[in-house]
């Protein structure tokens, strides 16, 4: 290797390092990606929220899931006829982005609120099954200004309006039942609409929210906005709180129906003897079988038979003299070769 080319590498090695520590040093965009998740510490993460939350529901037992709403409550309920009942009581806890629950799990709360509990779910999107159930609807104006202003209707909470700029929507509540819904707090961007609101259901109430922007890092942190996040949580009763975080803790769940029957004790331990089954039938049954080897008669000795048959063709013929010329002619043959 010459000097030249020598001087060319480390050049190149040089410029590859000082790439990398520019590259290191140099600051990270922020991720404003709205992930809900209690993991991040991005502005649209709820870290900050999931390590408060016992401060902003002082005096409440929270306790978290990752199943479905489905799986979580009929898992709970007591299906005895004297009895049909859940077997916990308190209040059902959502706040994500968009609310894609199932039309089982939709089923499910409605039921876990029909008996006597109650629900608050904060999303920009609420599922079209609930909003019907409850007679309610919702619509999503074009707004003009860049910011939204929050407040509670309650003036006993406050007449503090929260200006919103980041990651806020337009989404509102455009019908709702009157002779079951209180309205609990509006926006203003363009016109006033309103965007939390209690709902009777049966012997249960929902509490439904428009913006969970309002829960995430950014807004906990940014002035006084977290003052509107403890003022739209103190409407939740002072009973447990099951809160729902499927989808929201980093960790992936999978859809397969593998994952219920692993949920179920009797279908797990089902699952479970009929793989031990099954290996046990391969390792007895399964096993190489091998044909059986045929047994292969060595090939017999002909010569004597050969010589028998040859001579017996010159005894049929009966030239003698000729077998003794070539006798003799084989016999000086050898001793030719040989001495």
Known sequence: MDKTLKIYIALLVLLIAAIVVIDSNRPKPIDWTPTFSLKDKIPYGMYVFDQEINSLLKGQKIRKFKTTPYEYFDSKYDYDSLVNDYRIKGTFLSISKISNFDDQSITEICSFVDHGNNA??????????????????????YKYSDSIYNWVANKKLGNQKYKIIEGVNNNYFSK???????????????????????????????????????????????????????????????????WCVKDQTGEVISDSPMRYILSQPSLKWAWYIFL????????????????????????????????????????????HNNIIDKKIIYFLEKIRNEY
């Open 276 to 319: 031990i089954g099954m290996l046990v039938f391969i390792f007895f049954n399964a096993k190489r079988k091998q044909r059986v080897v045929p047994i292969i008669k060595p090939l017999a000795n002909t010569t004597v038979d050969f010589t028998k048959t040859i001579g017996n063709l010159y005894y049929q013929e009966g030239d």
């Open 120 to 141: 608050f779910i904060s999303s920009e999107m609420i599922p079209n099954a609930l909003l019907d159930s409850l007679n309610l609807k919702m619509d999503s104006e």
């Open 176 to 242: 709702i039942d009157t002779l079951n819904t209180t309205v609990l707090g509006y926006q203003n961007g363009d016109s006033t609409r309103i965007n939390f609101i209690k709902v009777n259901y049966k012997t249960g109430v929902f509490y439904l929210h428009t913006q969970p922007v309002a829960f995430t890092n950014f807004h906990l942190l940014k002035g006084n906005h977290h003052e509107y996040a403890e003022k739209v949580l103190s409407y939740i009763p002072k009973r447990k709180v099951f």
